[in-house]
């Protein structure tokens, strides 16, 4: 799987947009992009995962550049709730062999502001 | 709630013991993972099953076992037990199709404490 790398913490302000990058340069054609959070010792909620065209969902927007090396997951409008951990993956799609585990890096913290 | 059911919450036991951490997945999720999430090692993939069956292992321990019943739901095993194994235990369930990916469903976990 595709390493990724995010930063470790961001602020943002509450009603604003939160951008979260995340780099994926050594992303293969058929990898796709998945965003998770984790809200303070929750279980890991799914956002949003991409392969290579722009997704929105009623959660988030993910913008992946063309050339799929990096991707932003963008919060429309913050809210407290929505501090939490964000998680960036790089995952193959399922194969049918059975086996999806997921691989979590150290995320980004998100602080919303108020 | 996720649909992703796990008990207890909180267990706190001894060194030395074996506790059992339950699993049930998501209605028609044929898939279980077990996560570990300790406070220096962040979330390590433990194990999965897939229809009853072992489909891959992650950083699990020895002393560590998991199985999934014919009901699909999974338990995980963690016995003689050591101060490092004070951590929250995620369980998640996914659909497994062919082609595309799906995103998994985590439950609420079990924070486990040995003392």
């Known amino acids: 799987d595709a390493k990724t790398t995010q930063p470790p913490s961001m602020d943002c302000a509450e009603g604003r947009a939160a951008n979260l990058p995340c780099n994926h340069s050594t992303i293969s054609g058929n990898e796709y992009v998945y965003w998770y959070r984790q809200i303070h010792s929750q279980g890991p909620q799914y956002i949003i995962h991409?392969?290579?065209n722009n997704e929105t969902n009623e959660m988030a927007s993910l913008i992946i550049t063309e050339d799929r090396k990096s991707s932003t997951l963008i919060l429309p409008h913050a809210t407290l709730r929505d501090t939490a951990v964000y998680y960036c993956i790089v995952r193959l799609p399922y194969s049918g062999a059975g086996s999806y585990q997921l691989t979590f890096g150290k995320g980004t913290k998100l602080s919303v502001i108020p | 709630d996720s649909g992703v059911t796990q008990t207890p919450k909180h267990l706190i036991t001894a060194t030395g013991q074996r506790v059992t951490l339950r699993c049930s997945p998501r209605?028609?999720?044929?898939?279980v993972y077990w996560y570990q999430q300790s406070l220096d090692q962040g979330l390590q993939f433990l194990i999965q099953y897939y229809n009853g069956e072992e489909r891959a292992k992650g950083n699990i321990l020895e002393r560590f076992s998991a199985q999934q019943f014919p009901d699909l739901h999974s338990e995980l095993n963690l016995s003689s037990l050591e101060l490092g194994d004070s951590a929250l235990y995620f369980c998640?369930?996914?659909?497994?199709?062919?082609?595309?990916?799906?995103?998994?469903?985590f439950g609420s976990g079990t924070r486990l404490t040995v003392v």
């Open positions: 209605s028609g999720d044929l898939s």
């Open positions: 991409g392969l290579k």
């Open positions: 998640a369930s996914s659909v497994l199709g062919q082609g595309g990916p799906y995103g998994y469903t």
